[in-house]
């Protein structure tokens, strides 16, 4: 063996060692990855990242995502013997409140995380959307004498990542648009909880990859750090997207090697020590030998000189000052600007509100011009999408229009990966009924303080003939749910764009309902809709109040005339975010909604709304799935038509006035 091969393999096996130390100290974490994947980790960021730990956002990076993010613990030793901000005490806090080392790598928490992982084949979606913001500053900065971008996006992924749909959905859009920076490793051990692989998916990985156009390489030896750099070194030149298939040994050189009973397992100490002596190792304990550290000293200078000696960002500052300028200030985006800009929008057009959507959204993206994103292949119904004369495609990434066909989670997925990168806004649309398929990627947006925007169409009972599989009825206070999220359901025009400046004002995933209906709107102020509820039509002689979100506001005005009618005076409230109306002073909430009794109408489940409604009031709402017809006619069917909805209120009025 050869002095380098020797410092390479105990660098290796130091890892290892260090890493199930940190598992077994918390007495929680999952040995088998770590132990089986050192060698990937070792031969990724010693030979192939272009990356500075002294610098970990530089914008001009490799970015590596860790789908499997099980294997946290492999990934913060790595950081640590590479010179991130990473100390040994950190280590030993590992899977600790505020420790910089959680269980499941976080970003922002952690130098040199790049994505939150944890949920199986979220992260290869997100390292999709990584590639594909890339090739879009390569195609809108990059000259022929200068390639300011150049950056490789690096996915390890396991047997668990390759059985979800997203991942599937993610890696075939990726091969369609042949998206030659991407390079997914493959951590090939055949093993998941319940036992061999073999008892769930016999599937042949090599030709499903090379179906949906991917370049497939294969190591013969997962422990050679040598043909797995080789291997990986032939993928980053590949004029395909890549898979490198690594076969390991989950839970390496322990007792418990080779069995599912080591994925989550933590060694014990007398484990630990035996795993010691098979890798011959007799390091620090939470630390590396002098020579390792002073061979990873060596490789973290490497990795930083692949960055700079790649990184022509001085010489095309001095050639192409104006571009230079327009990058700097993508990254550095002032939302400020957008704001005022769209205060100033037209705010009394009328329309459906997904025609009326469709119609600012063409502003805001001469606004923001990394404003990018499209549909789960429904833009000609949900209207959500840059009008465009391309398309974003293997034959133009510069557009920003994104054809996702129908792949709603991985387009959620993609998303959150194409904010992860830096400097753009992304969108995505489809029904409402179908947001049940992109809550778990929308969920990790709140988690990572993303700021991505989501428009649903299709936001009622009345997207009609489809019947229930398309008429939402659950979505809407599932997705208030989600902490973190500000969730809208507009009106009119001014609700819009009160959206859009929630959007730029708050680094946090923001929803927003649009209708398929047209009604007539009653026209409001912008600087009232962005308090989140405000008062829409004032009566001062009222004796209910009316509460209504979206085309329930319609609903409401409705409601208003049938009432009146019957000698009862209302005044109308529109509620278009909950989360932003609760933010504000209690006095001001008080004086929208008033002491008067109240009625909530929305199409919707109705727990939302209990927690403003008190003994005396009513909430209207819906707890069952629709029916097949017109609008008009499932609205009756529903009993939520105006009239129906009137009686309903007539009734509990009458009741009132006799309780008194």
Same mark, same amino acid.
């Given at each position: ?23 077994t100290?918390?007495?929680s ?9 050192a ?19 530089? #914008? ?5 995502v860790?789908s499997?993010?099980?294997?946290s613990?492999i ?25 910089k080392?959680?269980?499941?790598p ?8 790049d994505?939150?992982t ?5 992260g290869?979606?997100? !390292? ?41 959905e993610a ?10 920076n ?13 036992g ?50 690594v ?14 009973k080591v ?6 100490a ?44 001085l ?23 957008? #704001? ?6 037209d ?31 429904? !833009?000609?119904?949900?209207? !959500? ?10 034959n133009d ?11 709603e989670?991985?387009?959620?997925g ?18 409402l ?28 009972i ?18 208030r749910? #989600? ?18 400046i ?39 002689s ?22 009146? $009618? ?7 409230? $529109?509620i ?5 109306f ?33 003994? !005396? ?44």
């Amino acid at each position: 063996m050869t002095n380098k091969n020797f410092i390479e393999d105990k660098a290796v096996n130091e890892l290892r060692v260090l890493s199930a130390e940190m598992i077994t100290t918390a007495n929680s974490g999952h040995p088998g990855i770590a132990l089986g994947s050192a060698p990937i980790f070792y031969s990724l960021y010693s030979n192939i990242l272009a990356v500075d730990a002294q610098d970990p956002k530089n #914008i001009f990076r490799d970015r590596f995502v860790l789908s499997a993010g099980h294997g946290s613990s492999i990934l913060y030793a790595t950081l640590f013997a590479m010179g991130f901000d990473l100390t040994n005490d950190d280590l030993k806090n590992f899977r600790r409140v505020n420790s910089k080392t959680p269980g499941h790598p976080e970003v922002n928490i952690t130098d040199g995380v790049d994505d939150s992982t944890g949920p199986l084949g979220q992260g290869i979606a997100n !390292a999709v959307g990584m590639a594909i913001a890339e090739k879009n500053m390569e195609a809108t900065f990059n000259k022929r004498d200068l390639k300011l971008f150049d950056s490789k996006i690096y996915c390890l992924s396991g047997d668990g990542c390759l059985m979800e749909g997203i991942s599937y959905e993610a890696l075939s859009l990726a091969g369609t648009l042949n998206l030659n920076n991407f390079v997914l490793i493959y951590d090939y051990n055949k093993i998941t909880i319940e036992g061999n692989l073999d008892i769930a998916n016999l599937e042949d990985v090599a030709l499903r990859f090379k179906a949906i156009n991917f370049d497939v390489i294969t190591v013969k030896n997962g422990n050679s750090t040598k043909e797995i750099t080789t291997a990986i070194t032939k993928a980053k030149k590949s004029k395909k997207p890549s898979i490198v298939i690594v076969p390991t040994v989950i839970g390496f050189g322990s007792d418990l090697e080779g069995t599912e009973k080591v994925h989550g397992l933590p060694l014990s100490a007398e484990q630990i020590e035996n795993l010691k002596n098979r890798l011959d190792v007799s390091k620090p304990n939470f630390d590396l030998s002098s020579d390792v550290k002073k061979h990873f000293e060596e490789k973290s200078n490497n990795a930083k000189q692949r960055l700079f000696k790649r990184n022509v960002e001085l010489k095309y500052k001095e050639k192409y000052p104006k571009e230079y300028k327009k990058l700097k200030q993508l990254f550095d985006f002032n939302y400020e600007n957008v #704001i005022q800009k769209i205060k100033k929008l037209d705010n009394n057009s009328f329309g459906a509100t997904r025609d009326l959507n469709h119609k600012i959204m063409q502003e805001v993206a001469k606004f923001v011009p990394t404003f990018i994103g499209g549909s789960a292949d429904v !833009a000609t119904s949900t209207k !959500a999408y840059i009008e465009s004369n391309s398309y974003f495609s293997k034959n133009d990434y510069f557009s920003r229009y994104i054809h996702y066909g129908i792949r709603e989670h991985s387009m959620a997925g993609i998303s959150n990966g194409i904010a992860l990168f830096g400097g753009f806004l992304p969108y995505q649309s489809c029904f409402l009924s179908f947001m049940d398929y992109l809550k778990p990627a929308i969920r990790m947006s709140a988690l990572m303080n993303l700021r991505v925007f989501s428009i649903f169409s299709h936001d009622s009972i009345t997207a009609g003939q489809d019947g229930p599989t398309h008429q939402p009825i659950e979505q809407l206070p599932s997705l208030r749910l #989600i902490p973190n999220t500000i969730v809208s359901r507009p009106y009119n025009a001014s609700e819009i764009l009160a959206t859009y400046i929630w959007l730029m004002e708050n680094k946090k995933p923001v929803s927003m309902l649009v209708s398929k209906d047209k009604y007539e709107y009653f026209e409001s102020k912008v600087d009232d809709a962005i308090n989140g509820g405000y008062t829409i039509f004032e009566n001062k002689s009222a004796d209910i109040t009316l509460i209504g979100t979206g085309s329930d506001v319609d609903r409401c005005f409705k409601i208003m005339k049938i009432l009146n $009618s019957n000698g009862i005076e209302c005044r109308i409230v $529109s509620i278009p975010s909950i989360s932003i109306f609760e933010e504000k002073t209690t006095k001001y909430k008080n004086n929208v909604l008033k002491d008067l009794p109240k009625v909530f109408v929305e199409a919707s489940n109705e727990q939302t709304w209990y927690r403003f409604a008190g003994r !005396a009031d009513l909430v209207l709402g819906l707890n069952n799935f629709g029916a097949s017809g017109s609008p008009a006619e499932v609205e009756k069917f529903m009993k939520f038509d105006a009239n129906s909805l009137a009686k309903k209120i007539l009734k509990w009025h009458s009741q009132k006035n006799k309780q008194m």
